[in-house]
Nanobody, 121 residues
Framework: QVQLVESGGGLVQPGGSLRLSCAAS????????MGWYRQAPGKQRELVAT???????NYGDSVKGRFTISRDNAKNTAYLEMNSLKPEDTGVYYC???????????????WGQGTQVTVSS
């Protein structure tokens, strides 16, 4: 099996920073793109940022210049550094990864359980 576990969420004041982590574990042969998505109450899930195994990144318009995605391929872990946080960044942040399991011939998408980020004074 494959599991993604997020950590690092919490309550932070506007203008503050948080760092999220997403660790993939299990019978993994290779990981392609890893990403972060978020969902605010009453809204659809939206892209925050993605990063390929080669390090190419893509960001949602609302977080460009404030958030930075990175990954450690040796640890099968992705990170999201969030700075200058705003109340509208509040939501559940989900990690995703496209993974090729040992013995498999297809890439499958996996999701973590989500971590709450609340930006409020």
């Amino acid at each position: 099996q494959v599991q993604l576990v997020e950590s690092g969420g919490g309550l932070v004041q506007p203008g503050g920073s948080l760092r999220l982590s997403c660790a993939a574990s299990g019978i993994i042969f290779s990981i392609n793109t890893m990403g972060w998505y978020r969902q605010a109450p009453g809204k659809q899930r939206e892209l925050v940022a993605t990063i390929t195994s080669g390090g190419s990144t893509n960001y949602g318009d609302s977080v460009k210049g404030r958030f930075t995605i990175s990954r450690d391929n040796a640890k099968n872990t992705a990170y999201l550094e969030m700075n200058s946080l705003k109340p509208e960044d509040t939501g559940v942040y989900y990690c995703s990864a496209r993974i090729l399991k040992l013995g498999s011939v297809t890439w499958d998408d996996y999701w973590g359980q989500g971590t709450q980020v609340t930006v409020s004074s």
